[in-house]
Nanobody, 115 residues
Framework: QAQLVESGGGLVQPGESLRLSCAAS????????MGWYRQTPGKQRIWVASISNEGITRYEDSVQTRFTIARDNAGNTVFLQMNSLKPEDTAVYYC?????????WGQGTQVTVSS
């Protein structure tokens, strides 16, 4: 079945930016939403941002003014532009795709924001 492949993570200083990408390796039909979650060791995975099939975007409050979620024209890639990064943004970031019948997860990409 289809897989989601993430890229774009890395080590940056506070205030810098990163763009995460997540591309489907196979066809995924009937996509309802695409989104991003993040998780730190010993903590629950939490929702960060999502974009609906209609293009409606939503964000967790702490990233509302700093992050932007987008998708490509074909709808098989989702991006997360992360600006003004803070140390508390440090986490493994996971993309996900929700369809009519399935939920897909990426493998995770590490984002570290350190002084």
């Amino acid at each position: 079945q289809a897989q989601l492949v993430e890229s774009g993570g890395g080590l940056v200083q506070p205030g810098e930016s990163l763009r995460l990408s997540c591309a489907a390796s196979g066809t995924i039909d009937d996509i309802r939403t695409m989104g991003w979650y993040r998780q730190t060791p010993g903590k629950q995975r939490i929702w960060v941002a999502s974009i609906s099939n209609e293009g409606i975007t939503r964000y967790e409050d702490s990233v509302q003014t700093r992050f932007t979620i987008a998708r490509d024209n074909a709808g098989n890639t989702v991006f997360l532009q992360m600006n003004s990064l803070k140390p508390e943004d440090t986490a493994v970031y996971y993309c996900n795709v929700v369809t009519q019948s399935q939920i897909y997860w990426g493998q995770g990409t590490q984002v570290t924001v350190s002084s």
